[in-house]
């Protein structure tokens, strides 16, 4: 039982640069989110999917993509990297219903620093 | 706009001594109340959570959370603290519609020998 899967676990990119972190579940959950963590600031919501083929922004989106294709997978796309989007990265998921559906899986986290 | 504080950025305690940690919250309706703790290096995981009903929730690794409209807090307790739990601690409120969550900027818990 995998759970949620973030890859890679760390990553340094340069300024300018373009990357997507990968986040997938086995756990065939409906929801899917994507954090930030910031020292000092707790986990900001960067865009959040409720399905495959629905998305949705969050409280930080701002030089962020996502898709959901599939139930599975929900990637992150950093169209420009820059330095701001140093932070570490959690994907998490949740299934449809009353009690479970609130964030209770997230992956380990992806550590990514931009140059 | 909902939003978390927890007041305490560092806690230190001795192993079997007993925890508190604060937290308090601002929703205009009822909130959905949480608690998740992150081990060096890892994810978050759930550790209790408050819905509903009575005020008094109980969780995983022998964690409880008492909710006090009153006061606006979610203190998160256990009574004798082992070295394991040193991590850092989360409490969050749920925002919007779509099941997210607005996080606290956490606690971190230094348990001494």
């Known amino acids: 039982n995998a759970g949620v899967t973030q890859t890679p676990k760390f990553q340094v990119l340069k300024t300018g640069q373009s990357m997507t972190l990968q986040c997938a579940q086995d756990m065939n959950h409906e929801y899917m989110s994507w954090y930030r963590q910031d020292p000092g600031m707790g986990l900001r919501l960067i865009h959040y999917s409720v399905g495959a083929g629905i998305t949705d922004q969050g409280e930080v989106p701002n030089g962020y993509n996502v898709s959901r294709s599939t139930t599975e997978d929900f990637p992150l796309r950093l169209l420009s990297a820059a330095p701001s989007q140093t932070s570490v990265y959690f994907c998490?998921?949740?299934?449809?219903?009353?009690?479970?559906?609130?964030?209770?899986?997230f992956g380990d986290g992806t550590r990514l620093s931009i140059l | 706009a909902q939003s978390v504080t927890q007041p305490d950025i560092h806690i230190t305690v001795s192993e079997g001594a007993s925890l508190e940690l604060r937290c308090n919250y601002s929703?205009?309706?009822?909130?959905?109340l949480f608690w998740y703790v992150q081990s060096p290096g890892q994810g978050l995981q759930l550790l209790l959570k408050?819905?509903?009903?009575?005020?008094l929730v109980q969780g995983i690794k022998g964690f409880e959370a008492e909710f006090k409209r009153s006061q606006s807090s979610f203190n998160l307790r256990k009574p004798s603290v082992h070295w394991s739990d040193a991590a850092e601690y989360f409490c969050?409120?749920?925002?919007?519609?779509?099941?997210?969550?607005?996080f606290g900027s956490g606690t971190q818990l230094t348990v001494l020998p």
């Open positions: 969050a409120v749920n925002s919007g519609s779509a099941r997210q969550l607005t």
């Open positions: 408050y819905f509903s009903g009575d005020t």
């Open positions: 929703y205009g309706a009822t909130p959905y």
């Open positions: 998490a998921s949740s299934r449809r219903g009353t009690g479970d559906s609130w964030p209770q899986h």
